[in-house]
């Protein structure tokens, strides 16, 4: 929202919107009373909970997809994106580094910076072939993601902890 804020106000980029897609996990409120405050209503859209079947039809429709969060395990909402070949902006976190190369197949920002996050989403805001360049190649860098084997060492790691705190897996 304050990355937004920044975009709207630093470059006036008046044709900008953000959809808001997800169930509401308690700050919905919250959220809303900001979006008031920094006279956002006009720019930001609630999807709230979308079936998985109308997925592609949201992605079909932005140019961006961004997902600033400060910690995540492998984040389905980014391999969707990935695999409908959108650019994507994520958050830099050590997660992100097994599925991101920034500036390859993706932007990662700086977590919880809202100027690096605002950077990024200018920088693909201003850059078509860029958009199209990261699009590309994140459809195929979905492609080899086999979330079979990516479950499967989540639970060799949960394994190997408790292991070494002696309790059996």
Known sequence: IYALHKIKDDFNMQNT???IVGPDCG???NIKK???TLDLESKVIFAGSVA???IKKFLGICDIFV???LYEGLPLA?????????AVIFSNLLCAKKII???ENGLLAKPADVNSLADAIIKLARDKKLREYLGVNAGKRAKKIN???EAWAVRAEYAKVLKDYGAKA
């Open 67 to 69: 997902l600033p969060s």
């Open 27 to 29: 700050e919905l409120a």
């Open 78 to 86: 980014l391999l969707e994106a990935m695999a409908a070949g959108k």
């Open 52 to 54: 998985p079947q109308k």
């Open 34 to 36: 900001l979006i008031r």
């Open 101 to 103: 190369a920034d500036g």
């Open 147 to 149: 979330s079979y084997s």
């Open 17 to 19: 919107r953000l959809i």
